[in-house]
């Protein structure tokens, strides 16, 4: 039979290699290294390259002198020339040798033609022996008319630099690898130390835990600022979660009710109508309960749809005004046959990027709202201004008995209803819908007095929005 790969086998890369920290590290092991190699490259080449090319000018500057002195006195002045270089040549670098067509030796300190010297090039580097000393050389040949000649420098002090420049070459890469490879260790512990508190949140909040956060240091980098996000985010859906849970109670608690109701209905009708009527009144009195109960759940989820932002494709430019003058149009008429007035107060354009339909509909409940809570003879006003931080602001006033502080605390809460409201018709969702449209517009709802001091004081709600440009 086959063997079976084994998990480990199955598992991919290793850990290490697996993680980001680790690769981090490696990243920053190879720039340090890149880094230093260039350094030690470009010190190489300032010593012990700078030493090659003094040598190389030195040997080519005083072979053209001797060509020159050639030239200008012939052989003899030639072999001279070079007599008096070996007599002034204390260290005993320089190497020369002269010999004629036949491989005579004329001048120099050398005894014989060097077989390391071919017929082909000019410059060599060879092992010579001159002045009875055998070294390392580096000699460039020149061809005369009926001579040849040899001009060169002992290398062997430079060589053994050169050694030395080597091996402290390797030893100082050797060093950089070192600390490299602690470096990078050190890098990869730290990074490790610092994501270690958002990975046990991440943990923590896996297993249900939703009341765990990440712990801020006082450094504020890029972790601090990475852990607020993350504990913005937490925030964001423990709310949500708990708004969800609201609303499961909510509409347990609050449709229960008209559901039982219409059910009820419907039975009691069944068994008791005597006629058709009675038993078509009943039904549509039962689907008006429905239709109720279907208003209220598109309204959650309208609202749902505003908070989870799912709505913000739909932003495009638009004007406020014309909008806005809409609304009060299709309300005026509603507002006169309660014997109310409806004033505006409108600019003349008021441009900004949003959903139309979401902030008609916001609108809409307020002045809904306004309207059913006003008594006959009382006034609703919409006003809109541009605000001088660059928002706008969009108020819906009336000259209703207003809301307690308390109420207004908890107005914008699903399914919420004063207890000076349980009479009228409603589901206490008109509110939570202005406001989740507000938060998807970047603003919030203010509620307060509409006449601070009166009886009724009425109420004022305003969006506060932020108004970006198209």
């Known amino acids: ?225 990475l852990g607020r996000t993350m504990n913005a985010m937490l925030d964001r859906i423990a709310a949500l979660m708990a708004a969800v849970r609201g609303v499961s109670d909510a509409i347990a608690h609050d449709l229960r009710t008209p559901i039982a109701r219409a059910r009820g209905k419907l039975e009691e009708s069944l068994a008791t109508a005597a006629t058709e009527e009675e038993l078509r009144a009943a039904v549509e009195q039962g689907i008006q309960d429905l239709d109720n109960i279907s208003r209220i759940f598109q309204a959650l989820l309208r609202i749902a749809e505003a908070e989870a932002g799912a709505r913000r494709a739909a932003f495009a430019p638009l004007d406020l005004t014309p909008l806005l003058r809409d609304a009060a149009e299709f309300y005026e008429a509603m507002a006169e046959a309660r014997e109310q007035k409806l004033e505006t107060d409108l600019p003349e354009t008021l441009p900004m990027v949003g959903d139309r339909d979401l902030l008609l509909q916001a609108v809409a409940n307020l002045l809904d709202n306004a309207i059913k809570f006003t008594p006959p003879g009382g006034l609703v006003r919409l006003s809109a201004r541009e605000e001088e931080e660059g928002g706008i602001e969009i108020a819906v006033s009336d000259s209703g008995p207003g809301m307690a502080p308390a109420d207004r605390a908890r107005a914008l809460e699903r399914f919420f209803r004063a207890d000076s409201s349980r009479g009228t018709p409603g589901s206490g969702l008109g509110l939570s819908l202005v406001r989740a449209v507000a938060q998807l517009h970047g603003g919030e709802v203010e509620l307060s007095d509409a006449m601070p001091g009166a009886d009724p004081p009425g109420l004022r709600v305003a969006l506060h929005l932020r108004a970006e440009r198209g």
């Open 1 to 225: 039979m086959t063997p079976r790969p084994s998990a480990r086998g199955r598992a991919g890369p290793p850990r290490l290699l697996r993680s980001a920290a680790f690769r981090i590290a490696l990243l920053f092991m190879a720039v340090f290294s890149v880094a230093a190699g260039f350094l030690v490259a470009v010190l190489w080449w300032a010593t012990a390259g700078a030493l090659d090319r003094q040598t190389i000018a030195a040997i080519r500057a005083d072979s053209a002198a001797l060509v020159e002195r050639y030239r200008d006195a012939g052989a003899q002045g030639l072999i001279e020339a070079i007599e008096e270089r070996l007599a002034l040549d204390v260290s005993a670098e320089s190497i020369y040798l002269l010999t004629d067509a036949q491989g005579r030796k004329l001048a120099g300190n050398l005894d014989a033609w060097p077989a390391a010297i071919r017929e082909e090039g000019a410059w060599f580097r060879a092992r010579i022996q001159h002045d009875g000393v055998v070294a390392e050389a580096r000699v460039h040949r020149r061809e005369l008319p009926g001579l040849r000649l040899l001009v060169g420098r002992d290398e062997s002090e430079r060589v053994q630099l050169r050694l030395l420049l080597t091996e402290g070459v390797v030893w100082s890469l050797g060093a950089v690898f070192v600390f490299a490879v602690v470096g990078a260790a050190v890098m990869r512990r730290a990074i490790e130390r610092r994501m270690r508190p958002a990975m046990v949140t991440a943990q923590t909040i896996a297993t249900g835990d939703l009341s765990h956060r990440v712990p801020l240091s006082e450094q504020d980098d890029e972790f601090d600022r």
